[in-house]
């Protein structure tokens, strides 16, 4: 069954029930019920019809979050075309690679993004989004077929895994419906309740908890246009928040901002995942903020694998694997840690086009996460991550990529990249002789053209 299969009949039942609060850059709302969500994704399947857009069609998605997105993407899923939701944070390196590998036949772009993705649309159907509606930019005058991809894929992901560029893990219907099924049973939540929206739909983590655990069990979704702490305080009592799901930082920028006359008795439970969260850190969070704390862990391949349960959760874990998961660690050491070793048959099994990196990453049916972890009772912790990356606020790092960037600098003659204490630091060997510090200035200049902002080096030395 395709995820939009069971979407359609939970909206089905749920009449002029809000689905989605927008709200505006202005802090006005728009309301849009379950009914009307639904005749959007119908128009909008349509309207990518009449653009062009066929069954198995590559869709590079550059759209920020908003009700538009949600409808494009179930539209495009519901028509078995692939969407690929891409960062909108990436640049020329990412970028070159993703539409070098996929050669999407489509895009759909806020029209702000134009000018970046530019040079990527000779002969591709352009579709753009202004003022929160969408125009045919310009029509296909290439011959692309359509892609041999099978009817289960629901979408293309790019992740990281140390390689020095974005893998594209082609993800299963069934992963989607699994992995909300999963963090439904460790939420609980109750139909009605409201859940703010904070990250970016072009992760897996919330387009799986954000996009549809509120979707198939009747829960509000406020779409927050910002992460200003001052404004999240102001929209949780005016909108009944009942959930947060974020990364640990935002948990921690809420608590350093947090006002003792601040109204939070809406507040339920935080789900939290994307990066590292410590014991004395949970601990914190969840005394401050007198709420339910689930941690939980997953990557683009398959999310989640584990997470804590309501009333069941505990500090410094990324609680029990999920139902249907199969996992080992692989070569545990005399402590206990190994990498982790998953198995399930909804999980991604391929990265497109990339079938080196598919056999490295797959092993006999089992997939290698690439992290270290070890089983404390019948719950998982997180120790480190084996393979070449590193996260920073939710954001995947891959290490030799930002190390090929910052080469790529004309006088830069070697490099060396770290990463500690959550700093992301460079250490690197210079042609001249001139003022390094001068040359960081234009150094981080040149890197924010053709990298993530996030993955440029926070600290440069000399070698």
Not at 6 to 28: C, M, N, R
Not at 31 to 43: C, G, H, P
Not at 307 to 316: C, F, K, L, P, Y
Not at 417 to 424: P, V
């Amino acid at each position: 069954m395709k995820i939009t299969d069971k979407v359609f009949q939970a909206l089905d039942t749920w009449g002029d029930h809000p689905a989605y609060i927008e709200i505006l850059p202005d802090d006005s709302p728009v309301y849009t019920s379950a009914k009307r969500l639904r005749e959007k994704i119908n128009e909008g399947r349509e309207f990518l019809k009449e653009s062009g857009i066929r069954r198995n069609y590559l869709v590079a998605s550059f759209l920020g979050n908003s009700v538009d997105f949600v409808s494009v993407f179930l539209a495009l899923m519901d028509m078995g075309a692939k969407p690929i939701p891409v960062n909108l944070a990436f640049r020329k390196i990412e970028l070159d690679e993703i539409f070098s590998k996929s050669e999407p036949h489509a895009v759909i772009a806020e029209e702000q993004f134009l000018p970046l993705i530019g040079p990527y649309l000779k002969g591709k159907i352009v579709i753009l989004r202004s003022k929160g509606k969408f125009s045919l930019h310009q029509s296909a005058t290439n011959k692309q077929e359509p892609a041999d991809i099978e009817d289960s894929i629901a979408s293309i992901n790019y992740t990281y895994r140390g390689h020095g560029y974005p893998l594209g893990a082609m993800v299963p219907h069934g992963q989607y419906l699994m992995g909300a099924e999963v963090l439904l049973k460790g939420l609980k939540p109750k139909p009605g309740e409201n859940m703010l929206v904070i990250l970016p739909f072009y992760y897996i983590f919330p387009l799986i908890g954000c996009l549809f655990v509120p979707l198939l069990n009747k829960m509000t979704s406020t779409l927050s246009p910002t992460v200003n702490p001052l404004k999240l305080f102001q929209y949780i009592p005016q909108y009944n928040i009942n959930i947060i799901t974020a990364v640990p930082e935002i948990y921690e920028l809420l608590l350093n901002c947090r006002e003792e006359s601040t109204d939070l008795s809406s507040l339920k439970a935080f789900i939290s995942g994307g990066s590292a969260l410590t014991k004395k850190k949970y601990q914190t969070i969840k005394e401050a903020f007198d709420v339910e704390l689930l941690h939980g862990y997953g990557l683009t391949e398959f999310t989640p694998i584990s997470r804590n349960i309501r009333r069941q959760s505990r500090a410094g874990t990324i609680g029990p694997f999920c139902d249907g998961i199969e996992y080992k660690i692989s070569f545990a050491d005399m402590k206990g840690h190994g990498e982790i070793l998953i198995k399930n048959p909804h999980m991604t099994k391929s990265y497109y086009r990339q079938e080196k990196e598919t056999q490295e990453a797959f092993v006999d049916g089992w997939f290698k996460t690439g992290d270290i972890g070890r089983i404390e009772g019948d719950h998982l912790v997180f120790i480190k991550e084996k393979k070449n990356t590193r996260k920073l606020k939710g954001n995947m790092i891959d290490l030799e990529e930002v190390k090929k960037a910052v080469l790529s600098y004309p006088k830069i003659m070697d490099a060396s990249i770290d990463f500690n204490d959550n700093t992301l630091s460079a250490r690197i060997k210079m042609d001249t002789d001139e003022d390094i510090k001068d040359e960081v200035i234009k150094i981080k200049q040149y890197l924010r053209n053709i990298i993530a902002a996030y993955k440029i080096p926070k600290v440069m030395n000399r070698i």
